[in-house]
């Protein structure tokens, strides 16, 4: 639309140009009355009009005509023939198109406002994204305690609350961390150069050596099993009868810096199949009339009917005895209450009804 409104404009500026260079507008059909009135107030006479210009007519064929000094015509030179097919502007009158104007483009949508400060991490949060995550690592120490004992020391900070297995020289028994991961207890040496060993069921685990020099003058003998059996480990010193001093067991262990010997129970009886271990220590100097051993099995809900299993472990002047097996058959439920007793514990496997 741009394109044809400037053509217009040029083509009528150029004839409006050439109109006015010759002096008149050739118009064809009606007189323009202005043009008319301008004709007459230029004639001779009239008020204001130029007498210096002789007057100017046309003839019948469009010849321009001069007047001369006595009122005729006199005949201008004649101009070229205009060829029929030219075109001849009349009237020209200038037009204008109101263009709309272009539309404003849409404002864009500002950019949302962001919170520096809410972006930016809390300082604990920043402290916890650039702290290096905990040492996940088990360790064990071991150091020698008295009384041939040694006091273990277990850290695993990733493994709160969880049960492991410690092991010594073929003792076995469970024992569980606690809220922290942690574990301290005191366990015997059943050599002088003892090694321990936590192992944990996702297979972490770790290994401490403890020197125990006073192992050889200490006695040992280990009473060991897994699950719901209600074992017990008895030594009566001298002539000592049951209950009665001299009797040690689980109920009156002693405490391992007393005169005598003391008992040691190991492991953890509230855990699902877990291991337990009674190990009772006296001086390889026995007191007089000798220590007799029993063992004793209470026939429960849980084991009344069932066979039991048990393990024995010996130290005698510093070397091992190799491990025995005691097996004991429980009676049926009728005899809920009642104990087994194991007599003659190294020596042969007869059990009698107590």
Not at 223 to 231: D, T, V
Not at 287 to 314: H, K, R, Y
Request: charged residues 20%; proline residues 10%; contains cysteine.
């Amino acid at each position: 639309m741009s394109h044809v409104l400037s053509n217009r404009y040029v083509m009528a500026g150029a004839t409006l140009a050439v109109a006015l260079g010759i002096g008149f507008v050739m118009q064809r059909g009606a007189p323009d009355p202005m043009a008319t009135a301008m004709r007459a107030a230029s004639a001779p006479g009239a008020a204001g009009a130029p007498t210096a210009a002789a007057p100017r007519a046309r003839d019948g064929a469009g010849a321009v005509r001069e007047a001369g000094a006595d009122g005729g015509l006199a005949a201008a030179p004649a101009q070229p023939a205009r060829p029929a097919t030219d075109a001849v502007l009349t009237d020209i009158h200038f037009t204008s198109a109101t263009i709309p104007p272009r539309p404003a483009p849409a404002p864009r949508p500002a950019p949302p406002l962001r919170d520096a400060a809410a972006e930016r991490p809390a300082p604990q949060e920043a402290a916890a994204e650039s702290a290096p995550a905990p040492a996940c690592d088990v360790t064990l120490e071991a150091e020698p305690a008295p009384s041939a004992t040694v006091r273990l020391t277990l850290d695993a900070p990733c493994l709160p609350e969880e049960r492991l297995t410690l092991h010594h020289d073929g003792l076995m028994f469970t024992a569980v961390t606690d809220a922290e991961g942690a574990l301290t207890l005191r366990a015997p040496a059943l050599t002088s150069s003892a090694v321990y060993i936590a192992a944990f069921a996702n297979g972490d685990g770790a290994v401490a050596q403890a020197t125990v020099p006073d192992v050889g003058a200490r006695d040992r003998v280990a009473l060991q099993w897994r699950g719901a059996a209600a074992l017990h480990l008895h030594a009566f010193e001298g002539d000592a009868r049951h209950g009665a001093p001299g009797h040690v067991w689980a109920g009156a262990p002693r405490a391992p810096e007393t005169e005598g010997g003391f008992l040691m129970r190991l492991g953890a009886p509230d855990v699902a199949d877990g291991r337990v271990a009674e190990v009772y220590t006296f001086s390889a100097e026995p007191p007089a009339g000798g220590v007799t051993l029993t063992v004793e099995a209470e026939v429960t809900e849980a084991t009344c009917g069932t066979d039991i299993a048990a393990d024995t472990l010996a130290l005698r002047d510093g070397t091992a005895a190799p491990p025995r097996e005691v097996a004991m058959f429980m009676p049926d439920c009728s005899a809920v209450g009642d104990f087994l007793v194991l007599k003659t514990l190294f020596d042969d496997r007869e059990i009698a009804a107590e």
